[in-house]
């Protein structure tokens, strides 16, 4: 076993803290979902598109930081650049760092690929600027999530079909609802019910484009995907002590239940997949903060 000196771990800690790598499950389910929308392909090819996804997300993960040194160094000091774990210059540089590599890795695949890799870069970048200063973040952070999914669409055999921007859609109203959940946070103001609502529609989409015994499967795994909605909005809305940051933990992994709903009728091997996804968010989340 490799013994590490305590001033590494400590530094290693503080780069997975930045990346809130705990949530790369939910890339990678992402990546899976348009991917299977697609009609699959190479295994191969969906490895690299997650190793570039994943790139991108880390990279937009360590800039957010960077751009909110000022906000964290007022409201949140326990973060890693205003307790001096590492400097702002190195966030910047390792964030524009990883998402270069991302695109780098999106060139392999078709223009319209890397088309959408630019797409996400752009909106990451947009959402890291604004995001405190702007009432429609979560819009914007939805842009993300449906860029991404529609980037893993166009590594598959068919493209970006039109199952896969439905998806995709859905995905993006299921962001807006957990943003603004996480935004209140940051707020400190009060939480209203309507937002949640976006939460659900990956459920409407699903009861929309299912028939026979594909219909009969997404009713089970919409119930599945609501029951865990209801758990993670009971501990802001029912308890007794209001806790925000759990309910968005759950809303987090709660994206690989809305992908396996997405992809309704595929295998139970690939459906097995998505569970352990959603498990493995689960357990990082015990060691890694997911917000």
Not at 167 to 175: G, R, S
Not at 197 to 213: K, R, T, Y
Not at 261 to 287: H, P
Request: proline share 3%.
């Amino acid at each position: 076993m490799i013994h590490l000196p305590a001033d590494t771990r400590k530094y290693l800690r503080t780069l997975l803290v930045l990346g809130r790598v705990s949530n790369l499950p939910t890339v990678w389910s992402n990546c899976l979902a348009g991917w299977l929308l697609s009609d699959g392909g190479s295994v191969g090819g969906l490895l690299v598109l997650c190793i570039a996804a994943t790139s991108l997300y880390v990279g937009g993960m360590y800039l957010n930081d960077a751009f909110d040194v000022e906000f964290d160094r007022l409201n949140r000091k326990e973060r890693p650049i205003p307790s001096g774990a590492i400097s702002v210059g190195d966030v910047w540089g390792y964030g524009l760092s990883w998402l270069a590599l991302g695109l780098v890795l999106m060139c392999f695949y078709s223009t319209a690929s890397l088309t959408l890799a630019v797409c996400l870069v752009l909106s990451i970048l947009l959402y890291d600027a604004i995001h405190k200063a702007v009432a429609i973040s979560p819009v914007i952070m939805a842009a993300c999530r449906f860029f991404l999914l529609l980037m893993a669409a166009s590594v598959g055999r068919d493209g970006v079909t039109g199952l896969s921007i439905w998806a995709a859609f859905a995905l993006a109203f299921y962001i807006v609802g957990l943003s603004y959940v996480a935004r209140s946070e940051s707020n400190r103001g009060p939480v209203r019910y309507w937002p949640c609502l976006c939460l659900l529609m990956p459920i409407f989409l699903a009861w929309l484009v299912n028939e026979g015994s594909y219909k009969r499967q997404a009713i089970f795994m919409a119930a599945l995907l609501l029951a865990w909605i209801l758990r993670c909005l009971s501990h802001t809305f029912v308890s007794a002590e209001k806790n925000i940051p759990r309910t968005v933990s759950g809303l987090l992994a709660g994206i690989v239940l809305v992908d396996l709903l997405a992809c309704t009728g595929e295998s139970v091997a690939w459906a097995f997949v998505f569970v352990l996804l959603f498990a493995s968010a689960l357990i990082f989340q015990r060691y890694i903060p997911a917000t």
